[in-house]
């Protein structure tokens, strides 16, 4: 009789609530230690996964106390400082040397395999030097390193979600990252693809169900968490007249160097991080033209002309029309990225997207229960992994533990 296979181990670091963890439990690894410093997404993780997580900040905890002898190391590193939405990227941002605790931990412990998440910003931050730092590092401690960006929605999750997947291993073999699984029609004719699962599909079932703060149940199944955000109406206040930002920009910066004002100067003016330095950017994904409060109190300390004051400041109300690009969730199709910002406007209800249909796009069970108020779980599931995903790549890595 053939000896039974061990089941591959895992430690994962900042595991936020589970989808990378759980798709790899799903593809048959055993947990043994997880870590993360939220609350609410350990509360999350201990309820829904196992109570092998810790609690506290990575960086305060002694390698001594991580166990040893396990085959892969997970690692989600934060990445609000290499992601494209944050428009200071910096290596100065000290989250985004948080993945040298991975580092200590491989170095420590030398699994044999280690995989490590990000944002697809990773890539061009300094200009794809600092993606070249990372696997430089990786590298120099021992491990052979590829890396990938992978699109959810070809493994299966109703979502078009961009993320980086950085592999490594010790036994100098050819790193496997999985094969697509599902594609768009025109991709279809080989007869090897399934297709993409569309929002429509994967929410269809709780089209008719009103939100409400309780579970119920559905189908024969309990239904948690499906609560929502409600400010979103019909009607929006918009710009009366048609305005291009790059014009507005450069008459802005004009009058800001007459005036000898600095970008920081004007932004502590008005007490925000950086919103004002979007005025002076010609950049159609971050620049942005001062709403009509903030026009008039610029143009106080910049004293600039009445040129664009009329174009600008002139608001009507107007009707919300679900094809323009209002954060309108997609129906016939993967849905956009669900962000931890918050969720988009839902396509047929006067909403935002509920806790639990976010869920459903990051392929979380429906039995998968989220704690915390409402902000927290939009935020732990939008920073998750989709449990599909992480669970496509968990069965590529396994084929190749099964080989050792």
């Known amino acids: 009789m053939p ?14 609530c589970g989808g990378l963890d759980l798709g790899f439990k799903k593809a048959g690894y ?50 609000q400082g290499f992601s494209v939405a944050n428009t200071k990227r910096s290596m100065k941002d000290e989250r985004n040397f948080l993945y040298l605790e991975m580092l200590r931990i491989l170095k420590a412990k030398k699994p044999k395999f280690f995989l490590a998440e990000n944002v697809k910003g ?51 073999k050819e790193n496997r990252f999985p094969l697509k699984t599902h594609g768009l029609h025109n991709d279809l004719f080989s007869g090897k693809l399934k297709p993409m699962v569309t929002a429509k599909i994967a929410l269809d079932h709780l089209k008719s169900m009103r939100t409400r703060d309780n579970p119920f149940m559905l189908n024969g199944k309990k239904v948690f968490n499906h609560v929502a955000r409600t400010n979103v109406s019909d009607k929006f206040w918009g710009r009366k007249h048609k305005v291009n930002q790059h014009d507005i920009c450069d008459y802005l910066k004009k009058w800001r160097s007459k005036s000898g004002w600095s970008t920081k100067r004007v932004d502590e003016h008005f007490g925000y991080a950086h919103t004002a ?3 002076f950017r010609k950049d159609n994904n971050s ?4 709403n009509p409060e903030d026009w008039w109190e610029l143009k ?105």
């Open 122 to 172: 990773i890539l061009s931050l300094q200009k794809g030097d600092v993606i070249k730092m990372i696997m430089d590092d990786f590298s120099k401690i021992g491990y052979k390193c590829e890396y990938r960006l992978l699109r959810a929605s070809d493994y299966g999750v109703p979502q078009h979600r961009d993320r980086v997947f950085i592999m490594g291993n010790r036994l100098k």
């Open 287 to 290: 620049g942005s033209i001062p």
């Open 30 to 79: 055993d947990i043994l230690w997880a870590n993360d410093f939220d609350p609410d997404s350990v509360r999350t993780y201990r309820h829904n996964i196992g109570n092998h997580i810790h609690l506290g900040d990575i960086s305060k905890v002694a390698t001594k106390d991580i166990p040893s002898n396990f085959d892969v190391l997970l690692g989600g590193f934060p990445c």
């Open 3 to 16: 000896k039974k296979r061990k089941r591959p181990t895992v430690v994962g670091l900042f595991a936020g």
């Open 300 to 404: 106080k300390i910049l004293g600039f002309d009445s040129k664009y004051d009329k174009k600008v400041t002139e608001l009507v109300e107007k009707t919300i029309v679900f094809e323009q690009s209002l954060r309108i969730n997609n129906w016939e199709e993967p849905s956009d990225t669900i962000t931890a910002t918050g969720p988009e406007i839902h396509p047929n209800k006067k909403r935002r997207m509920s806790v639990r249909e976010c869920a459903i796009l990051q392929t979380f069970p429906e039995e998968f229960e989220f704690f915390g108020a409402l902000g927290s779980m939009y935020k732990q599931i939008g920073n998750a992994v989709p449990v599909n995903l992480g669970y496509a790549v968990a069965r590529s890595l396994i084929r190749l533990l099964n080989e050792i």
């Open 277 to 279: 330095g979007h005025w």
